[in-house]
Structure formats: C-alpha cells, structure tokens
C-alpha cells in the first residue's frame, strides 16, 4: 500500500476511534498505525470480501476497522475480568485487562452497531463452533500470551473452519525480543507486577510469551503452507521513554523478526 492510500486509511481510522467511549479514545488513537498494518497483513493477501473470526478481541479497534471495510466480522472473546469487585478494579487501573472492567459493554454496542457479530465465549473451553470451511481469515492479535490452556485443539477447529488458501495470523509479543535480552541480565526484564498476579482473584497478563521457533512450531503441527514470519516494535514505539530509539532501530530490527517486541505468524490452509 502506498502513502496515499496508507494515509487515507489513517484518516478513517482516526474517525472510527473517535467513536469508542470516551475513555477509550486516547488509546485507540495512538494505536492507528499498529491497526493499520494488521489491517494491511489480511487485505493484501486477501482481500475484504470475506468472512473473518478475531479471537481474543477484547475491546480494541482492529475488528471495528474490519467491519468498516465491508468484511464480515465475528469478534470472539470472554470478556471476563479479573477483579472481585468494582473497587479492586478502580485500585488497578493499570493492570492487564482492567479496562474489560467498566466498557466492555458500550463497547460491545459500537461493534454491533457496525454489523459485527459477538461470540461471548472462550474457544479454548467451549469450542470455536465454525463449520468447516466457513472463513476466510483468522487472527489473534494480542492475545495468545495471555492465554492458560494449550491452543492445539483450537487451531485444529480452526484450520477445518478455514477455507482452503484461507488465512491465519498470529500477532504476539516475542519472550526473546533485543530489550529483554538486555535488560533481564540486568534484573529488569519482569513484564507484570506482583500486585497484578498476587491480588487479582484471575490473573489476566502474560502467562507464556512465544519466540519465533514458537510460531514455527504452531504453523508446522497446523500444517500451514505460505509461512511467513513477521516482525515490528509496538512497544518500544508506545513507550515513551523508547520512542525515539525504536524508531532509529525499527527499520534493521525488522529485518531479523526475532530480536522485535512483536512478531507475528502468517500462514494458510492448504488447496
């Protein structure tokens, strides 16, 4: 995609972010240009005409932004969270999954109103329940790190539901990335707090982060054909005190996937 077009999508984005509840506003605007690629990642390589399932969705804008282009969209997520009460949730505002506390449901309103459908669930307990050969695409973006039980019964579901040249996306932190390669000698590699873990009746962060070899792993047991392995620095670029750094380093980072913050797994289901 071009910088015309790339712009362009830019725009709508913004606009479409500026319809989340107003608490949520800030944050889907600074993750345009992280939505924007993922998007790119599905329409290059297959178009918007097409059935789409993102698990582990939560409240973000990717799925919005699916629906926006005409695709037909079904957001899959538990949505449960991981406090008691409501006045443990306002004491972690900044633990891992808090903001599924309070807006999940205007949320949800906005997707419906976008024509997306809502599957209220967790596939790696109740099933993902798609007939075979009834999507064109699946992602997870962002979610596979948190996840507490293997997914290799899900991703079998999910290659039958998958049409044949159908596509499956990973996007996911790497465990491995140059940062903490650095910083874990050091003793400063933790990625949650302790509170985050030891207060919350259910822990909702990062329980398994994967590397590169992991990904190839799923693709291989998937039978995947197409691989391809992709890297970026989300993080480093929403952070703000490395801001400046990973955009000096993004563009040779990118070059070798396994030294990113997040790497991503593409792949199809044979012909």
């Known amino acids: 995609m071009d910088a015309a077009p790339r712009a362009e999508t830019d725009d709508w984005l913004r ?8 608490a949520l506003v800030d944050a889907q605007l600074r993750d345009i240009e992280r939505v924007s690629y993922q998007l790119r990642l599905v329409t290059e ?7 789409l399932c993102d698990i582990g969705s939560g409240i973000g804008l990717f ?5 926006r282009l005409g695709m037909r969209v079904t957001m899959m997520d538990d949505y449960a969270h991981p406090f008691r009460d409501h006045e443990q949730a306002q004491s972690f505002r900044d633990a891992p999954d808090a903001v599924n506390y309070d807006q999940v449901q205007p949320t949800i309103e906005l997707h419906r109103s976008l024509g997306i459908r809502i599957e209220r669930k967790d596939p790696l307990i109740d099933g993902f329940g798609f007939p075979n050969r009834s999507l064109d695409a699946v992602t997870i973006f962002d979610s596979l790190e948190h996840w507490h039980r293997s997914p290799k019964r899900l991703f079998a579901s999910v290659l039958d539901a998958l049409t044949p040249g159908g596509l499956f996306i990973i996007g996911t932190a790497n465990a491995v990335n140059l940062r903490k390669r650095i910083t874990v000698p050091l003793g400063s590699g933790k990625w949650s707090q302790m509170a985050h873990w030891y207060e ?11 590397d590169v070899d ?25 952070n703000p005190r490395l801001r400046l750094v990973t955009a000096l380093v993004d ?18 289901r044979p012909r």
């Open 15 to 22: 606009d479409l972010a500026r319809r989340f509840p107003a």
């Open 45 to 51: 390589r297959i178009g918007t005409d097409i059935a």
């Open 63 to 67: 799925p919005a932004a699916c629906a």
């Open 200 to 210: 919350t009746e259910t822990f909702r962060g990062h329980v398994r982060e994967p």
């Open 214 to 238: 992991d990904l190839r792993y799923i693709a291989r047991d998937m039978g995947l054909c197409d691989v391809e392995i992709r890297g970026r620095n989300w993080a480093g670029y929403l």
């Open 251 to 268: 563009p040779l980072l990118q070059l070798r996937p396994s030294l990113c913050s997040d790497i991503y797994l593409l792949g199809r």
